[in-house]
T-cell receptor
Framework: AQKVTQAQTEISVVEKEDVTLDCVYE???????LFWYKQPPSGELVFLIR??????QNEISGRYSWNFQKSTSSFNFTITASQVVDSAVYFC?????????????FGSGTQLTVLP | DVKVTQSSRYLVKRTGEKVFLECVQD?????MFWYRQDPGLGLRLIYF???????EKGDIPEGYSVSREKKERFSLILESASTNQTSMYLC??????????FGPGTRLTVT
């Protein structure tokens, strides 16, 4: 069975602070995929990143960076110099390799509030 | 850009009514999904489809059915709406095993 845990239910920071959103996953698959999605107040989930289990290289995209560590089964997301527009619910998700395992298992989400 | 559209942003129905939620994607994706989102529970998969006329149950299919007659359209049906089906419903599509793209969601209230 697959499981994704986002232990931080809510985080509040002041603009320009750095913030890290934690994601811990459980899976028996040797090949799997990890995702982060952003859900702004408008409601639509926006895809941010996909990571394969065989690629542990960290990734940076502008103010966003992701730290994937298989040894600790974590895929953490850091926003540098946060902005008010970053306020949203962020979801981490996990998917298996094929067949019915292609469905996503989502964490319960972290509500990030960036205060001006 | 991938475009996933849902027929309504807000919907109010009465208990016992039959409810249709429509989802259309314009990127020729094979896979389509229906989720419901409730506070504290995250997203839970109701049904998904890998191809036209094919469907598979997700984690919470009870009280729902689906229809996929055309590749671009995936409908969620509440046969007899109940108050515990008040929720946000999200449709998504994906190409094979790639990331899923989501629609704007339908907030359904059953009174």
């Amino acid at each position: 069975a697959q499981k994704v845990t986002q232990a931080q239910t809510e985080i509040s920071v002041v603009e320009k602070e750095d913030v890290t959103l934690d994601c811990v996953y459980e899976t028996r698959d040797t090949t799997y995929y990890l995702f982060w999605y952003k859900q702004p107040p408008s409601g639509e989930l926006v895809f941010l990143i996909r990571r394969n289990s065989f690629d542990e290289q960290n990734e940076i995209s502008g103010r966003y960076s992701w730290n994937f560590q298989k040894s600790t089964s974590s895929f953490n997301f850091t926003i540098t110099a946060s902005q008010v527009v970053d306020s949203a619910v962020y979801f981490c998700a996990l998917r298996g390799p094929s067949g019915s395992a292609r469905q996503l298992t989502f964490g319960s989400g972290t509500q990030l509030t960036v205060l001006p | 850009d991938v475009k996933v559209t849902q027929s309504s942003r807000y919907l109010v129905k009465r208990t016992g009514e039959k409810v249709f939620l429509e989802c259309v994607q314009d990127m020729d994706h094979e896979n389509m999904f229906w989720y419901r989102q409730d506070p504290g529970l995250g997203l839970r998969l109701i049904y998904f489809s890998y191809d036209v006329k094919m469907k598979e149950k997700g984690d919470i299919p009870e009280g729902y059915s689906v229809s996929r007659e055309k590749k671009e359209r995936f409908s969620l049906i509440l046969e007899s709406a109940s108050t515990n089906q008040t929720s946000m419903y999200l449709c998504a599509s994906s190409f094979r095993g790639s990331e899923q793209y989501f629609g704007p969601g339908t907030r359904l209230t059953v009174t």
